[in-house]
């Protein structure tokens, strides 16, 4: 299958900082990524769907200002928590879709830890 | 919306048969899928179903039926390092993104 990695795999950061994580797809065109975010206990929560070269699609009730999302190129995709806060800490993981491909191939994630 | 309904937790012992049940409402249908979480870790693909019947894959097998709304993930021989959450999800159609029901927390005894 195809591989995807995100780093870092684990940040900590004080409370008003930005974090960015970054989302690459190693051997594939990723045309499609998504960012998930996932609490303690619970199921993956889609925040954003981006396609390269267009502007992130971004779900109900997650702040695009806040989550800045890049995917500059078929293989990379960034998201940016802007002055992270302790409500963000989280466990974000990127996921990668091309169009030869069914399934949505997931990166390792990102443990976010707000002070 | 979209919603996909699967147990929360369940208990089973190695070397035992295991069914993982979830049934879905969705405005559209274009696959479904099952995924491993291992605490902390992303989600592994394990299976999909488009069609209905089964899938078989080694230890794991899915089944589908559409006109039910409702799959469920087969595990034979349980071993301990099958305990895990596992993910139903269903891609509405062609272009979106998968969601996820709440997983299922998977505890494997000896």
């Known amino acids: 299958g195809a591989v995807v990695s995100q780093h870092p795999s684990r940040v900590i950061c004080k409370s008003g900082t930005s974090v960015k994580i970054e989302c690459r797809s190693l051997d594939f065109q990723a045309t499609t990524m998504f960012w998930y975010r996932q609490f303690p206990k619970q199921s993956l929560m889609l925040m954003a769907t981006s396609n390269e070269g267009s502007k992130a699609t971004y779900e109900q009730g997650v702040e695009k200002d806040k989550f800045l999302i890049n995917h500059a190129s078929l293989t990379l995709s960034t998201l940016t928590v802007t002055s992270a806060h302790p409500e963000d800490s989280s466990f974000y993981i990127c996921s990668a879709r091309s169009g030869s491909y069914n399934e949505q191939f997931f990166g390792p994630g990102t443990r976010l830890t707000v002070l | ?110």
Not at chain 2, 35 to 50: D, I, K, M, R
Not at chain 2, 91 to 108: M, Y
Request: aromatic residues 12%; charged residues 15%.
């Open chain 2, 1 to 110: 919306g979209q919603n996909i309904d699967q147990p929360t937790e369940m208990t089973a012992t190695e070397g035992a048969i295991v069914q993982i049940n979830c049934t879905y409402q969705t405005s559209g249908f274009n696959g479904l899928f099952w995924y491993q979480q291992h605490a902390g870790e992303a989600p592994t693909f394990l299976s999909y179903n488009v069609l209905d019947g089964l899938e078989e894959k080694g230890r794991f097998s899915s089944f589908l039926s559409r006109s039910k709304g409702y799959s469920y993930l087969l595990l034979k021989e349980l071993q301990m390092k099958d305990s895990a959450s596992y993910l139903c999800a269903v891609r509405v159609s062609g272009n979106t993104p998968l969601v996820f029901g709440k997983g299922t927390r998977l505890s494997v005894i000896a």
